[in-house]
C-alpha cells in the first residue's frame, strides 16, 4: 500500500526548543488563522492558559499521522501517544477542512 504525502498549505512554526516547546500557544489571544505550530519533539500537550480551541495532529518520527483530536478546547489535556514524536497544532477545523486522515505522511 502507497502511503499519502501531505502537505499542509499554512504556515508552519517550528517550536523545537525547550522555552519554545514550553511556551507553545499560551497566552496568545488570537485564535490561529492558517497557521500552525509544531512542536518538536512532543507526544502529548495540555491546554493550560490556552484562549481558544484547535486541532492537534500527532506524527511518528517518519511524519506519519497517528493520532488526530480535533477541538481542542482550553485547559484540556492529552495523555502520551504512543510512539508520537511531533505534535502539530492547527486552527480547530483544520482536520476536517484538509480531509486529514490517520497513516497519512506529512512533509513540513
Known amino acids: 500500500m502507497e502511503q499519502l504525502m501531505r502537505t499542509i ?12 516547546r514550553l511556551k507553545g500557544l499560551m ?9 500552525g505550530l509544531w512542536i518538536i ?3 502529548s500537550i495540555h ?4 484562549n481558544f480551541e484547535i486541532d492537534a495532529v500527532f506524527l ?8 488526530m483530536i480535533e477541538a481542542l478546547r482550553p485547559w484540556g489535556f492529552v495523555k502520551p ?7 502539530i497544532e492547527l486552527p480547530t477545523g ?3 477542512k484538509l480531509g486529514l486522515q490517520k497513516g497519512e505522511i506529512i512533509k513540513l
Not at 10 to 20: C, E, M, Q, V
Not at 27 to 35: N, T
Open 9 to 20: 498549505p499554512y504556515s508552519i512554526n517550528l517550536a523545537d526548543s525547550f522555552f519554545k
Open 27 to 35: 497566552f496568545r489571544k488570537d485564535r490561529l488563522v492558517e497557521e
Open 41 to 43: 519533539p512532543c507526544n
Open 47 to 50: 491546554m493550560c492558559f490556552m
Open 60 to 67: 511518528n518520527k517518519e511524519g506519519q499521522i497517528i493520532k
Open 81 to 87: 501517544v504512543k510512539n508520537a514524536y511531533s505534535v
Open 94 to 96: 483544520t482536520v476536517t
